[in-house]
């Protein structure tokens, strides 16, 4: 069963910048896997931020951006505002039986 | 604008069976792929499967592979996730979503239909 890694939980002051990593249980994440980015607020549907790595949606704020390194996808918030508080999920393709794999999540806390 | 509107919220039995939709609207339906995901109480998201209304083509998760059925209907432009029999382990919210391919993006959602299940 693969499996696909995030940390818990990040704390960041507004302001600031904070960077949230995404890797596979099967080894280094490339762009082959075009990595997606969804940010979900308690009670709402998630809304996609970033997709095939690097690419914005028409919506997305431009604090956000999506990048390969290390192995991992990772997103980076740049210049973090209060409303950016929320948890983030990366999503895998993998191809094949397994289609897609969403990240384990991670809360953002900006204090 | 592109909307996907879910089906309300359901409250149901074990073993009873359950079909529940998501409308898409402002766009080519049959040219957008639609996939459906759980999100069990207080968990993370979890993908489950897709269709293209186009020609139905299906693709599920091993997870759900024979534990739910995705469908959709052209001339409508609903798609739909059903079960046979329901069991508690299905209480969660489900969301469908628009995928232009079947690889690289994801970017519409809808709000969510809520489904409850207990004795």
């Keep these: 069963q693969t499996v696909v890694t995030q940390e818990p939980s990040l704390t960041v002051s507004p302001g600031g910048t904070v960077t949230l990593t995404c ?5 280094a994440v490339t762009s ?8 979900q607020k308690p009670g709402q549907a998630p809304r996609a931020l970033i997709y095939s790595t690097s690419n914005k949606h028409s919506w997305t704020p431009a604090r956000f951006s999506g990048s390969l390194l290390g192995g991992k996808a990772v997103l980076t918030l740049s210049g973090v505002q209060p409303e950016d508080e929320a948890e983030y999920y990366c999503l895998l393709y993998y191809g094949g039986a397994q289609l897609r794999v969403f990240g384990t999540g991670t809360k953002v806390t900006v204090l | 604008e592109v909307q996907l509107v879910q089906s309300g919220a359901e ?14 609207s402002g766009y080519s339906f049959i040219t957008y792929w639609i996939g459906w995901v759980r999100q069990m109480p207080g968990k993370g998201l979890e993908w489950m499967g897709i269709i293209y209304p186009g020609d139905s083509d299906t693709r599920y998760s091993p997870s759900f592979q024979g534990q739910v059925t995705i469908s959709a209907d052209k001339s409508i432009s609903t798609a739909y ?9 299905d209480t969660a919210m489900y969301f469908c ?3 232009p391919d079947d690889t690289t993006m994801v970017d519409y959602w809808g709000q969510g239909t809520l489904v409850t299940v207990s004795s």
Excluded: D, H, M
Aim: hydrophobic share 30%; charged share 20%.
């Design chain 1, 23 to 27: 890797a596979s249980s099967t080894g």
């Design chain 1, 32 to 39: 082959r896997y075009y990595p997606n980015w969804f940010q």
């Design chain 2, 11 to 24: 409250v149901k039995k074990p073993g009873e069976s359950l079909k529940i939709s998501c409308k898409g």
């Design chain 2, 81 to 89: 996730l059903q079960w046979s029999s329901l069991k508690a382990s």
């Design chain 2, 97 to 99: 979503a628009r995928a």
